[in-house]
């Protein structure tokens, strides 16, 4: 049999040798394909997907790097809007009264009271409580008048020299006359009663209130 008319079939794997050319180039790039093949499969397959992960890991390091980028650029804008608003609410603490003015402001706050009309049945200063960056004192209070006298009295707290911040606790405006009708009306004495607090910035010097630390729980027990 000629090589020309030698077909698949008829090639000898033991004698490749005698084999016409075109099957022999055929055969080299079937076992260059297999060999290239398992190369991938046992070397490459698994660099690719590193690869990959290694693609997805500088995505998202480079979007972080955007991120912090940004927040450095608006850094230096926010310290000094920060050093701003502490400088504003410095000037607004050092309006508060000092503890030295505080008690000529408690002195103040009582004359007031008598200068509009007002009956003090009950004016208590309580011991001052620190806090972060000031002090608040209540002061228990029952007074007696009218609904112009209360007026007059909020009126003139305001106009002191010093700010002066009163808050109400556990207020009550009622009647004095237990016996009236429902209802406040303008021309019948009436009693407030209950505690305000009034408040002043702390020196330098003084201590301000701590924060609690949360309490330790007993051991062994959950």
């Known amino acids: 049999m000629s090589r020309a008319t030698m077909s698949v ?61 940004g927040r450095a650029a608006n850094l230096e804008p926010l310290k000094l809007q920060l050093a701003q608003m502490e400088q504003q609410l410095q000037q607004m603490l050092r309006q508060l009264p000092s503890k030295t003015e505080m008690p000529d402001l408690i002195v103040d706050i009582s004359q007031t009271a008598l200068a509009t009309g007002l009956t003090s049945e009950l004016f ?69 009663a209950g505690t305000v607090k009034t408040y002043r910035y702390l020196d330098e010097e003084e201590p301000a209130a701590k924060p609690k630390a949360p309490a330790k729980k007993p051991k062994g027990k959950r």
């Open 9 to 69: 079939k008829d090639l000898n794997f033991q004698n490749t040798g005698s084999w016409p050319r075109k099957y022999k180039l055929g055969f080299c790039v079937i076992v260059a394909g297999l060999i290239v093949g398992l190369w991938w499969w046992l070397f490459i397959r698994d660099k690719t997907d590193e690869l990959a992960g290694l693609e997805k890991q500088e995505t998202d390091l480079r979007a972080e790097f955007e991120t912090k980028q």
């Open 124 to 192: 208590r200063p309580g011991p001052e409580t620190p806090k972060e960056f000031y002090a608040e004192k209540p002061i228990a209070l029952r007074m007696v008048g009218s609904y112009h006298q209360f007026g007059a009295f909020v009126s003139g707290v305001a106009s002191l020299p010093r700010v002066v911040i009163l808050t109400m606790h556990d207020i009550s405006l009622q009647p004095k006359d237990k016996n009236a009708r429902a209802g406040i009306r303008r021309d019948i004495p009436l009693e407030l």
